[in-house]
Nanobody, 120 residues
Framework: QVRLVESGGGWVRPGESLRLSCRAS????????MGWYRQAPGKERELVAT???????KYSDFAKGRFTIARDNAKSTVSLQMDSLKPEDTAVYYC??????????????WGQGTQVTVSS
């Protein structure tokens, strides 16, 4: 059973930073894209950023210039550095991992989520 466990969420003031981490219970060397999504109260889950197994990263417009996604295959972790946080960044942040053809995963997996609250 594959598990993705997020950590690093919490409460911060506007303008401050947080670093989220997602650790997989298996190796992620042969896993496809991994990413971060978020869901605010009353809203649909949305993409924050993704990163491929080769390190190519993509960001949603609101994340560009403020958030940085990184992947460490050796440690089976994906991180999200969030700077200049705004109240509208408040949400539950989820880690997601996708399978890759010939890889060790047979389906997509999600973490349980970690709460990020930005307020003064």
């Amino acid at each position: 059973q594959v598990r993705l466990v997020e950590s690093g969420g919490g409460w911060v003031r506007p303008g401050e930073s947080l670093r989220l981490s997602c650790r997989a219970s298996t190796t992620i060397d042969s896993v496809g894209a991994m990413g971060w999504y978020r869901q605010a109260p009353g809203k649909e889950r949305e993409l924050v950023a993704t990163i491929t197994s080769s390190g190519d990263a993509k960001y949603s417009d609101f994340a560009k210039g403020r958030f940085t996604i990184a992947r460490d295959n050796a440690k089976s972790t994906v991180s999200l550095q969030m700077d200049s946080l705004k109240p509208e960044d408040t949400a539950v942040y989820y880690c997601k991992g996708e399978p890759k053809y010939g890889g060790v995963w047979s389906r997509t997996y999600w973490g349980q989520g970690t709460q990020v609250t930005v307020s003064s």
